[in-house]
DNA sequence: ATTAATCCAGTTTTT
DNA sequence: CTGGATTAAT
């Protein structure tokens, strides 16, 4: 495809520090790519380019259309946080990576320990989950500040929990470093400590620059560049809940002397009416720079139709009888919501007539109890320190829970001077159970309670197992030792295992994991009164073997078991599940084109989200440029839809400001 | 004190 | 449909 001037001017742009800025529809794309390829065919090196985006998706389009042209190439491309992995791997090539759900558990436990009220404190503290995601937002913010002086600094009522909450950080900072956990946001922090050891680039790109948050702007700092190429439009930032920071990219000259700014306003994506209405929405926000878009498509273009229905599955079901008879092809046409609820919805009303859509994490494959497990399995094999892991596993066993399991791995990190792995398989013989104090002056009573309670593991483990200190816990159940036993047997099989394919296989075969199915598969078959159905259970075990098939095909693609892991953490969510008709949040769309777009559920409360413009980080301007963005993401056909009524909730709705905005309503 | 079962409320956007 | 909280059972 040919460039325009203003996208040449920007392929051509000298080394230095420049900013594109790049409204919907202009060629962005493109652009980025036309610039790496200038870059390679002047002979730099593809190992000295690095392509940062937002999804790891969209850096693979952009490294394929180029290798579709030059054949494998070496550059550096992903998220910042993938990227980041991938230098850190280097480094300690056994780090791993935690979810954030977990995380935010572990958090809860930190938190849990604190008791507001008898510390003599007369406010309400802020809900520890509401802290902990405070706690990523802080982070992402970089102040210089402490976390507790910095929440209070926000708000007036909290500040008297201020050293609180610096202490629960502090506390949960460490509980992460014992365990051996690394959150998204410790990858980019681990980075900039180690960015002495990251090798220099001659260009340094950026995508969706305005979604940058400051701790991603240090990142970039840290890195030794000879040249950055940010690309960005601020009517698009739609992040600030994460810590994107508009000013980044409002300043950018001043923070790079000599900056040069460039401008795309050639939209070669949608019609003039599509356009228009983006425009007078968007023009209510207060503009940074003025910008004006320039409409290059000829037709008239056909002009976004506003839809009502009394209720909201009425508008589900209409949406998808639109979408039925639409003569578009289904997957070039997308359904776009502001929240992720609204999804459900709309997919069982497109399903009843048959129709296949195409839906991002939602629910997900990852949140199945049984690939869970797994997860879970294979986070404990690469890091034996992740207690939570271990927990998770035993706690599949009868009589085992959280208690209990957390004093097994305690125990046999004991066993093991340390190391789980040697507690297992070659553990010291001294019961790991008995408090110190009592173990000395109660010497004889210990040896009582370890010759009873072994002889009630009989038949139950192995005899090389039997001899287990572990197996001394005064409340651990058969079914416990059992599994313990069996981990213990997974850990010797795994050692000398180095094939990604092979340790996964190893995984899915073991014995602990086929109890762990099998328990599921009961479970799933239980009936009202109780009994297990033979029939469902079959069924329920087939289902499973379809998903451990799907999981070695999914491990078949690494080269390393940890990068395997660490990448199912990375970019789970950015697994899309389905054929057909697109379904997107507003955020999932960024950067995506379709030729017929449905926004739905545009009503006051929901589009835009009036809870979360109130809350710190949102505002109605944010809300304002999720529906620009929703908009443009249009080519040639756009509606725009409400519902009346929420039959189930008993709520009355209002149109969406925004439709008054657009002039569709008065 | 722990674990298992049962019932009730609630549901933000992403790496 | 899930997570949390409450309750029953061990």
């Known amino acids: 495809m040919a460039l325009n001037p203003e996208q040449q001017a920007a392929v051509d742009a000298p080394f230095g520090s420049n900013l ?44 394929g259309r180029l290798e579709r042209r030059f054949g494998k190439l070496a550059i550096e491309a992903g998220t910042f946080h993938a990227v980041s992995y991938r230098w850190l791997k280097e480094i300690d090539p056994t780090l791993t990576l935690k979810e954030p759900k977990e995380l935010k558990l572990l958090f809860k436990t930190v938190y849990g320990r604190r008791d507001f009220k008898r510390a003599g404190f007369e406010g309400d503290p802020y809900q520890a989950g509401t802290l902990f995601d405070l ?153 940074i720079f003025p910008k004006r878009l320039e409409v290059m498509r000829r037709e008239e273009g056909v002009p976004p139709k506003l839809l009502a229905f009394p209720d909201l599955y009425a508008q589900y079901e209409g949406i998808a009888r639109m979408v039925a008879s639409s003569p578009t092809p289904k ?17 069982t009303a497109l399903r009843e007539r048959g129709i296949g859509c195409k839906r991002r994490g939602g629910i997900s494959f990852f949140d199945l109890a049984e690939i869970k497990a797994f997860f879970d399995l294979l986070a404990l094999t690469l890091n034996p320190k992740d207690m939570i892991a271990f927990i998770h596993i035993m706690e599949f066993a009868k009589g085992i829970g959280a208690h209990i399991g957390k004093e097994l791995y305690e125990g046999a990190v004991l066993c093991g001077e340390g190391d789980l792995v040697k507690g297992l398989l070659d553990p010291l013989e001294r019961n790991p159970f008995v408090k110190r104090e009592r173990n000395v002056q109660l010497a004889l009573f210990d040896d009582f309670v370890q010759m009873g309670s072994k002889g009630n593991f009989h038949g139950v483990v192995g005899d090389s197992f039997l001899s287990s200190p572990l197996l001394l816990h005064p409340k651990l159940s058969q079914e416990g030792a059992l599994f313990l036993e069996e981990l213990a047997s997974l850990f010797r099989r795994l050692r000398p295992i180095r094939r990604t394919e092979k340790y996964v296989q190893i995984l899915l075969e073991s014995g602990i994991y086929r109890h762990i199915v099998e328990k599921l598969a009961s479970k799933r078959a239980k009936l009202k009164d109780g009994s297990i159905d033979p029939r469902l259970r079959e069924e329920a075990l087939k289902r499973i073997e379809g998903r451990k098939g799907l999981i070695r095909e999914l491990a078949s693609h690494y080269g390393g078991i940890h990068s395997f892991y660490n ?39 929901r589009f835009p989200n009036t809870k979360l413009a109130r809350r710190e980080g949102g505002s109605i301007e944010e809300e304002r440029r999720l529906f620009y963005v929703a908009v443009t993401r249009a080519r040639d056909i756009l509606y725009l ?26």
């Open 135 to 287: 706690y990523n937002l802080y982070q992402n913010s970089q102040p210089a500040i402490s976390f507790g002086e910095w929440v209070g600094e926000r708000s007036r009522e909290q500040r008297e929990f201020r050293e609180v909450y610096d202490d629960i950080v502090q506390e949960f900072e460490e509980l992460k470093g014992e365990y051996g956990y690394l959150s998204f946001n410790d990858l980019l922090l681990k980075a900039i400590d180690y960015r002495e050891s990251i090798r220099p680039f001659r260009e340094v790109l950026v995508d969706e620059y305005q979604d940058t948050n400051n701790l991603q702007a240090r990142f970039l700092e840290s890195l030794s560049t000879e040249s950055l190429f940010c690309v960005g439009d601020y009517d698009q930032s739609i992040y600030a809940f994460n810590g994107a920071n508009i000013a980044i990219i409002a300043s950018f000259t001043q923070r790079y002397r000599n900056g040069r700014v460039l401008n795309l306003s050639k939209n070669y994506r949608s019609t003039r009416p599509i356009l228009d209405l983006a425009d007078r929405v968007i023009s209510h926000n207060e503009r």
């Open 331 to 347: 997957d070039r046409i997308a359904i776009i919501f502001r929240n992720n609820s609204s999804a459900d919805g709309i997919e």
């Open 20 to 63: 594109v800025i790049a409204s919907a529809g202009t060629g962005k794309t493109s652009t980025i790519v036309a610039r790496i390829e200038r870059l390679l065919t002047e002979g730099i090196d593809p190992r000295e380019i690095l392509l940062l985006t937002f999804t790891n998706k969209a850096a693979a389009e952009m490294v």
């Open 641 to 666: 839809s409400y519902a009346r009524y929420d039959p189930v909730r008993k709520e009355e709705f209002r149109p969406s400001r925004f439709l008054r905005e657009a002039g569709l309503i008065s």
């Open 567 to 605: 990448a199912m953490v990375l970019g789970s969510s950015e697994m899309a599940q389905g054929e057909g008709v697109h379904l997107l949040t507003v955020h999932g769309s960024k950067g995506l084109e379709f030729d017929e777009v449905y926004i739905i559920d545009l009503m006051e409360g």
